[in-house]
């Protein structure tokens, strides 16, 4: 199946740093997202992003499809911003359910 | 829409017994998916639905576990019996057509002892 690599697989920040999280996969997607896990376990959408690039707010993303690859900017970090960052991804073709990527763990220090 | 709706949010059993969990998918999503998230193996697909139908089961871990979807509103995964490595949060999550954006529910956290 397909392969969903992220990185780093931990980051600390100073709050109003600014960090760039890492998706690569191995095998052309029709989907992508980015998740939050917040520190209460829920799994918040912050984009989706099979192509091109998206901003909301501090956050922006961008998928290069072409070369298999997607990246999280978080500008201006902030103590809510701490969680574990997940990307996934649905492979082109019938599959329909998304593979997960292992997350980065960030931890934004005040 | 009030999203993905699952209960209970936590669950603890002893070992042996019956467990069921209950998802409410975003009304109008034909697609509903079940994952599972431990440490040792990260978020992981148990099986999925379209149109209330199984489409893939081939995540689900073994013959204790089992899935159904009676209707468009409503899915149920029940363990029988339980064991502590089922100890785990599980998600379920809905889409539309199975190629747009998936919403999770809050999850279960499931503690078996």
């Known amino acids: 199946g397909i392969q969903v690599e992220q990185s780093p697989p931990d980051l600390i920040l100073q709050e109003g740093a600014n960090s760039t999280l890492r998706c690569n996969f191995s095998?052309?997607?029709?989907?992508l997202q980015w998740f939050h896990q917040n520190p209460w376990g829920q799994l918040i959408n912050l984009f989706y992003i099979p192509s091109g690039t998206k901003q909301n707010g501090r956050l922006s993303a961008t998928t290069v499809a072409t070369e298999r690859y997607s990246l999280l900017y978080i500008s201006s970090s902030q103590t809510t911003d701490s969680g574990v960052y997940f990307c996934?991804?649905?492979?082109?073709?019938?599959?329909?359910?998304?593979?997960f990527g292992s997350g980065t763990q960030l931890t934004v220090l005040p | 829409d009030a999203g993905v709706i699952q209960s209970p949010r936590h669950e603890v059993t002893e070992m042996g017994q019956e467990v069921t969990l209950r998802c409410k998918p975003i009304s109008g999503h034909d697609y509903l998916f079940w994952y599972r998230q431990t440490m040792m193996r990260g978020l992981e697909l148990l099986i999925y639905f379209n149109n209330n139908v199984p489409i893939d089961d081939s995540g689900m871990p073994e013959d204790r576990f089992s899935a159904k979807m009676p209707n468009a509103s409503f899915s149920t995964l029940k363990i029988q019996p339980s064991e502590p490595r089922d100890s785990a949060v599980y998600f379920c999550a809905s889409s539309w057509r199975g190629n747009t954006e998936a919403f999770f529910g809050q999850g279960t956290r499931l503690t078996v002892v």
């Open positions: 996934a991804v649905r492979p082109s073709g019938s599959a329909r359910q998304l593979t």
């Open positions: 095998d052309s997607v029709n989907n």
